[in-house]
């Protein structure tokens, strides 16, 4: 209170975390150690991996390349051990490059992408050489032109992009111009919990976003509440992260695909947010709702054991695939089931995100940056690094579900070799259906005024739930206003 | 001195209430008889007190109760969790440095607050006592140097902490030097407090021909002890708990302060990243940093009392 | 030292040289540091807000554009309000209840420091800790719920429900008052004893104690307290950020925009520093006035033994 300037934003992490998270984590404003910095091994042993063939453009590859990204962990070199802070799938990549290339002197920082400290970098005239951050923010540092577009060095360094996934590849291109080479692609599946659903009666299949008033239904059948106040939820349609993937399934789009022209007025977008909307106003207030989805029992120990499946305080929602692997560790003999996710037409449909590596335009290193991007990324380096977790995951006795790099090949690999049906017990045919659905998923293109964008329609969408407000009203007054900030971003 | 006893008003009392007011005060009996009414109104205020401690104690309780259980109950709702995991404790030291981040911040809190307290204080007399063209002017800046909101000149401030070399410095400079030339918040709690120490004191001392100097530091500062306590405990805490800073001017693992490292933990621990979230490792760091603050204010305050009691009564 | 009649107006104008000598001697730490810290970045972020620029690219003079898009911008008049709503409920109540404990805390004598020690507890907690905690705590079956319920009422979502979320931010806020209570302790220990012996005497109760005794000689540092307050909650910042903002898809309310944390959003996520400068600017006016009004009126009311303005 007494304080001095009351700034420190960083300690938004845990809140992040037990406020059942749900984003793409990567690059929230939670802020963390600057640009460049930080120690690691120049070379460290700890990764057994086979290297990719160099580049080929690789004849000049040297000097010190800073990484903004963190190492993965501390202090060198690494123990793969199971309780703490080793990260496998970074530092293992990372030492792939770093063996391949004895010259360069990695530099890595502690911390992943936080804007004041890359603006601050960039503004005394050294950020990191090659930086990775959030697809979902990438349109607005491209926009204020502060990333270099990548075709001369894809075409240098010989790197394939037809090895990372479209939609990912989509979300880094602006203008024609790639931007980022994609790293991570999370998608999203349903989780169905198999013991409120058919003790209501119902199976699994039930759970059907195909058919909107049948869904309707079994979101009153599942749901339970006193007065105004909900005791359990139904099916949660998680508003208002994944408007987008609603607005999909109903046919429309919130954006345009060239990302300029804001499409949130669109009838069909009003639509979808009208009946996301109902099924959470059928648990009573939607200001309860949200309280008991965090707060209540289940939801508040949301990546522990005893989360909402095991509570039975939730019926269904959609998720990110990567609270499996959290499900697997903390009730994995809980039964879940798993439905896709699917448009009105009865298709497959998903969202996905995840991170790019990009290249500041006034990086110094920019030759070693292109190539470090090309190493950790191909498909051996994915599948060095996923054997280690998984095999440090089975030697603690923890499950596996698998690791979605976001390129193709990598992932062929890897949950044709590494996931089995022991790695991840229940959560097979969980991790099998995200894999089918990876490729119908769709992202946002990037926008030039991203984080303002996301703000202005997450805003609109909180006033519907929360404050009751007009869905048509709400959404036509964001289209303005996100017009207006995509415009004046350009 | 002048004692005071008039209303809620400007304007000192008579000269002859105050002098009539002394006189029986200093001719009633010493004696003081504990009458039934003041043992009830004292039990009342113990009461009244210990509900307020338990408000404000009882989120350190579940802090300390998280801190020793284990990852998978962190976050029930138990206060007293069976077995008691201490070793937690031992943990967090082998996954991280702590050790070096303690000391770390050590250094950092203790310069920070040294300086501020001395600065500030010599500022503040300056404020305080001299009568001075432009006086009203440079307090106004003063305060007004609290009212721009920081966001807006952090970039400017980094690029002069970055002119002069001092970004992941291991002197730490942008993290105390800064204090080196007062604080516009303790300046300006000084002030009030030297502006409550009598004229007569320091005319008295001017008249034996005491310089400016002398009075402050033999008069000023002495009276004001317990103010001076306070804002070396004030400055000490802000500055340990302080996460702005470091965050902006510190790199390397090995130089990252208390708070710093605590928000590393919490990242490698993050789920979505692959990390396992370990909440009870990190409610035990928690722990770890905020006892030496308690510790330290808690024997602090005995020498809030002395001060406090020199100041009493001047007759 | 001693000057002879005849001398007496050179004595006297040398004599004043001399105090201002001495006082810019004595205020020469700050000026130096106001110089090279603040008035630089002060006047820099002045002259951004009347430029365009995102830090990447050097600053382009716009001239008005700023200040004419804040007169447009919806969020301004919205954030602004929910600010100074935040800071009319926390301020007063933040003085009433320290005033309160302080008071507690003098009558009890040597007892004090166990309780002093847990009115700061608050302070010193890492905010981590605390935000998790007050989530925890003001959820709608939370602790504090939980307490009305004792007392018959049932508690509101305060953490999404938008008439409650404001006030849910003040009760959190009003946890680490324990700096407040202890200046004003502080200063309430300066006060003489005897004065309260001979209000006992001469038949005076508590409140007219606390009134005509008490106050006057604290009243110094209530305006302090008073001031550094408002600023304060005028750009209350990291523990609503943390609770509402941070996680990137959450329920973040229009309730909850603070003046700062809008200024933050368009400084850092949009990367628009101009426009966020010139924000700052108008938040600077604002507490300017503020301020003024608060210390043209504390004249009346604020006591110092030692000054005679």
């Known amino acids: 209170m007494l304080t001095r300037r009351p700034l420190g934003l960083a300690m938004a992490l845990v809140l992040s975390l037990v406020v059942a998270a749900c984003s793409t984590s990567e690059g929230t404003p939670a802020a963390s150690a600057p640009a460049p910095g930080g120690s690691a091994p120049a070379a460290s042993p700890g990764g057994s991996a086979p290297a990719g063939s160099p580049g080929a453009g690789g004849a000049n590859i040297s000097g010190d390349l800073q990484v903004l990204a963190r190492y993965g962990c501390e202090p060198a070199p690494c123990e793969p051990s199971g309780e703490g802070a080793a990260d496998e799938i970074a530092y293992t990549r990372y030492n792939v490059f770093a063996e391949q290339y004895p010259d360069v002197t990695l530099d890595f920082t502690e ?274 690094a996923a ?31 590494l996931v089995t049906e022991e790695s991840a017990g229940a959560y097979f045919p969980g991790v099998q259906l995200v894999q089918e659905t990876a490729d119908v998923a769709f992202s946002l293109p990037p926008v030039p005024a991203a984080e303002e964008f996301q703000r202005i329609w997450q805003g609109a969408v909180n006033a519907v739930v929360n404050d009751g407000a007009d869905p048509t009203q709400a959404l036509t007054q964001a289209d303005q206003e996100a017009q207006d900030a995509i415009d004046s971003a350009q | 001195m002048t004692v005071q006893t008039s209303g809620v008003g400007g304007a000192p009392p008579p000269a002859s209430v105050t002098a009539a007011t002394t006189a029986r005060a200093a001719a009633k009996p010493a004696a003081e008889t504990r009458t039934p009414g003041m043992i009830v109104r004292r039990i009342l205020y113990f009461a009244a007190l210990f509900g307020a401690t338990l408000i404000f104690v009882f989120p350190f309780i579940w802090l300390v109760s998280a801190s020793l259980k284990t ?3 962190v976050f029930n709702n138990d206060l007293f969790p069976f077995p008691l995991h201490f070793e937690n404790y031992a943990r967090i030291f082998e996954v991280v440095p702590l050790g070096n981040w303690f000391l770390n911040s050590t250094i950092v809190s203790v310069l920070a607050a040294t300086t501020v307290t001395i600065s500030s204080a010599i500022v503040a007399f300056g404020f305080a006592y001299f009568r001075f063209p432009g006086r009203n002017v440079l307090f106004w800046l003063v305060l007004a140097s609290m009212m721009l909101p920081g966001a807006v000149m952090l970039v400017p401030n980094f690029l002069i902490w970055n002119a002069l070399g001092q970004v992941n410095s291991p002197t730490f400079a942008p993290l105390w030097a800064g204090n080196l030339f007062g604080s516009a918040f303790y300046i300006f709690l000084l002030r009030q407090f030297f502006l409550g120490l009598p004229r007569e004191l320091f005319e008295a001392a001017r008249v034996d021909g005491a310089s400016y100097p002398r009075m402050f530091w033999s008069i000023a500062l002495p009276l ?92 | 030292m001693t000057a002879a009649g005849a001398t007496a107006p050179n004595r006297r104008r040398w004599h004043v040289a001399e105090e201002t000598r001495w006082a810019f001697i004595f205020l020469l730490p700050w000026i130096v540091g106001f110089v090279i810290f603040i008035a630089g970045p002060m006047l820099a972020s002045l002259y951004l807000s009347f430029t365009d620029y995102n830090v990447i690219r050097a600053p382009e003079l716009v001239g008005l554009d700023n200040y004419q898009q804040l007169m447009r911008d919806r969020r301004i008049p919205l954030s602004l309000g929910n600010t100074l709503f935040y800071a009319l409920l926390h301020v007063p109540l933040l003085i009433i209840i320290s005033l309160f404990l302080a008071s507690l805390l ?96 001469d038949g005076a109760g508590t409140w007219k104690q606390f009134r005509h005794i008490t106050l006057p000689f604290i009243s110094g540092a209530l305006f302090f307290v008073l001031i550094v307050n408002t600023i304060a909650s005028l750009q209350i910042f990291a523990e609503v950020y943390t609770m509402f903002f941070a996680s990137r898809s959450g329920p973040a309310q229009d309730s909850a925009l603070f003046y700062t944390i809008y200024l933050f959003q368009k400084a850092f996520q949009d990367l628009d520093l101009g426009y966020a400068s010139a924000m700052a600017w108008l938040l600077f006016v604002i507490i300017l006035i503020i301020t003024a009004f608060q210390v043209w009126g504390s004249r009346r009311f604020v006591y110092y033994a030692g000054d005679d303005k």
């Open chain 3, 106 to 201: 003098v009558r009890v004598g040597r007892a004090a420091g166990a309780f002093r020690t847990a009115f700061y507890l608050p302070n010193v907690t890492p905010a981590v800790a605390v935000g998790t905690l007050f989530l925890l705590l003001l959820a709608g079956g939370g602790l504090l719920n939980r307490v009305l319920g004792v007392f018959g009422i049932d508690g509101p979502t305060w953490l999404t429900d938008p008439t409650w979320v404001k006030p849910g931010i003040v009760i959190m806020s009003l946890w680490t008052l324990g700096s407040t209570v202890i200046i004003l302790f502080a200063a309430m220990r300066n006060v003489p004893v005897e004065l309260y012996e001979a209000a006992t005497i």
């Open chain 2, 71 to 73: 990852r998978q109950t």
């Open chain 2, 224 to 315: 004001t002890r317990a103010a001076l306590i306070v804002v070396f405990i004030f400055e000490l805490r802000a500055a340990w708990t302080d996460l702005m800073r470091p965050l902006i001017f510190l790199r390397d693992l090995a130089l990252f302060t208390l708070p710093q490292g605590l928000n590393y933990l919490v990242k490698i621990y993050n789920p979505q990243g692959g990390g396992q979230g370990e909440f009870h490792l990190v409610m035990a760091a928690s722990v770890i940093i905020t006892l030496p603050m308690i510790l330290i204010f808690f024997v602090a305050q005995r020498y809030f009392i002395e001060g406090i009691a020199t100041t009493g009564s001047k007759g």
């Open chain 1, 387 to 417: 054997k280690v977790r998984a095999d440090t995951r089975a030697a603690d006795g923890e499950a596996f579900t698998g690791v979605y790099t976001g390129n193709t090949l990598a992932d062929e690999r890897i949950f044709g070799e």
């Open chain 1, 111 to 384: 911390s992943d992408f936080d804007a004041q400290a890359f603006l601050t970098s960039v503004a005394a005239g050294n950020p990191a050489d090659v930086v990775r951050m959030d697809r979902a923010i990438i349109g607005t540092y491209v926009a204020e032109g502060a990333l270099e577009p990548l075709d001369q060095c894809i075409s240098n360094m010989g790197i394939d992009m037809s090895q990372y996934r479209q939609p990912a590849v989509d979300a880094v291109t602006v203008d024609g111009s790639v931007y980022g080479i994609p790293e991570f692609y999370d998608s999203r599946i349903i989780l169905v919990n198999d013991s409120v659903v058919e003790g209501a009666g119902l199976t699994s299949a039930d759970i059907d976003t195909s058919d909107w008033d049948k869904l309707a239904q079994v979101n009153e059948q599942l749901l339970q509440k006193e007065g105004d106040t909900p005791s359990r939820i139904g099916f949660d349609p998680k508003l208002p992260e994944f408007l987008p993937l609603w607005a999909k399934a109903n046919g429309a789009d919130i954006i345009s695909a060239d990302g300029k022209t804001s499409q949130l007025e669109d009838p069909k977008v009003i639509e979808a947010l009208t009946y996301a909307n109902s099924l959470i106003a059928a648990h009573g207030s939607g200001a309860a709702f949200n309280d008991f989805k965090t707060n209540g029992p289940g939801g508040v120990d949301f990546f522990g054991p005893d989360n909402q499946f095991k509570a039975d305080t939730l019926g269904a929602m959609p998720m990110e695939q990567w609270y499996l692997n959290v499900l697997a560790n903390n009730t994995p003999d809980e039964s879940i089931s798993f439905q896709p996710f699917k448009d009105r037409q009865g298709n497959n449909i998903s969202f996905s995100g995840g991170s790019t590596w990009v290249i500041p335009a006034s990086a110094d290193n920019k030759d070693a940056a292109c190539e470090f991007m090309r190493v950790v990324t191909l498909p051996d380096t994915w599948f060095a």
